[in-house]
């Protein structure tokens, strides 16, 4: 089956214009053995590529083009089937735009696009390759710097450390993980993440319970999270937990045994998140109104997590409107070279800069994810890159900086 890949990428400084027509050359010949095809548009500082072939060759000619150190910051923009070439005449050709003049270069290029008139009108390849010639891609493109120029410190301790061992009857204990803003190199929060006895993972603490059990000892074990947190020295930092909305409908006066709670280990709630994901949230949205009201009424902020991974997306928002938005680690995973996981989040920051919602992103490992991420405005981070969660105690913190010259 035929398919097309799009990627743009910026241009290392180094090439000049006979090595380019020369990789080129080169690389049109290892193309036609295998039957990509396609155009390497070129502005002087960006690549822009259309390959065609089989969706085996093309992988095989996008992971080739992908190690190659002459150009950086690539994004695929586009993944997809076609019933047709749109450049069928054999190999790559190089359309650089400067060639032209700037009322002549879409024409000039539709000229070589060997669809008809009528295709052409809908392709979505031929809009992509209109949109970066007349330089309308620009508006939302983020340029990164390259990863190499940053590195980590050394983890470094922050707040005040916990001497903390829980009681040995507890039935589950907390690890936390802070969210931090990198910028101004503070913590904002602390997320108590449940662990069951051995270190258990959520999903398997609370798989082990009988399903008449799991709420209350969702609702329960807040407790332990607050007595954690109580020990932490918090100052402006909050701390954010984990709650199935059911928690809150099904177990009467869940909220106010929330609030003693708090209050018993000398916290404030204001200085409380409650975290709820998505799906959760819209499966039960009227029964859970309620305890919105009660917790907003007290002082306690909410936090939609997963926030992307669900089915409601931004609809939900529509009907309600945290204070937080934690964007799902699935759309922040190699969002610096996935051009629909960058459209999917800039609109989300969109959205929640209107609604003034917060937003964090959730899961960042790589220095390439942060850096995009900066560049489009998010202040606020969690992730391993950053933090792993500790068991008990606040792990300690690394730091991007920039590599000394
Ligand atoms: P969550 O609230 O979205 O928490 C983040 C999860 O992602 C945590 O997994 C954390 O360890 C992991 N994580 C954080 N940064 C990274 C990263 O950079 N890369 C990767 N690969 N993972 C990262 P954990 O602790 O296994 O928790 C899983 C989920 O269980 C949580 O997702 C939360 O929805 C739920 N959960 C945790 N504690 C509670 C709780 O007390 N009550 C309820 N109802 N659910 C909880
Ligand atoms: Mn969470
Ligand atoms: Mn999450």
Known sequence: ?????????????????????????????????????????????????????????????????????????LIELMRDYAPARRFGHAGMALFDLRDYPQHKVVDALLERVTLSDERIRHDRVVKFLRSFVEGRDKETFIAIEQADRWQLTAPRAFLSQPTWQPAPDQRCEFALQPIVDVASRRIVSCEALIRGPKGASPAEYFAQLHESERYQADL??????????????????????????????VIEDAVEYLIQQI??????????????????????????????????????????DDFGAGFAGLSLLADFQPDKVKIDRKLITDIHCSGPRQAIVRAIITCCQALEITVIAEGVEKIEEWLWLEGAGVRYFQGFLFARPALNTLPPISWPERRPL
Do not use: C, W
Request: aromatic content about 6%; proline content about 2%; overall charge negative.
């Open 220 to 249: 329960h074990s807040k407790s332990y999270a607050f007595q954690l947190a109580g020990h932490l020295d918090l100052r402006e930092q909050t701390i954010s937990v984990n709650l199935l909305p059911m928690s809150l409908v």
């Open 263 to 304: 209050r018993h280990q000398g916290l404030r709630p204001e200085q409380v998140v409650v975290e709820v994901t998505e799906d959760e949230v819209i499966s039960r949205f009227d029964a859970f109104q309620s305890a919105v009201q009660q917790l907003k009424a007290a002082g306690i902020s909410l936090a939609l």
């Open 1 to 73: 089956m035929l398919s097309t890949i799009i990627y743009r990428s910026q241009l290392s400084e180094s090439v000049s214009p006979e090595r380019l027509q020369a990789l080129v050359d080169h690389s049109s010949l290892r193309n036609a053995a295998i039957e990509v095809t396609g155009i390497l548009l070129l502005d002087g500082q960006h690549f822009f590529q259309v390959l065609e072939g089989s969706m085996e060759a093309v992988l095989t000619v996008y992971q080739r083009i992908s190690q190659d150190d002459r150009h950086f910051n």
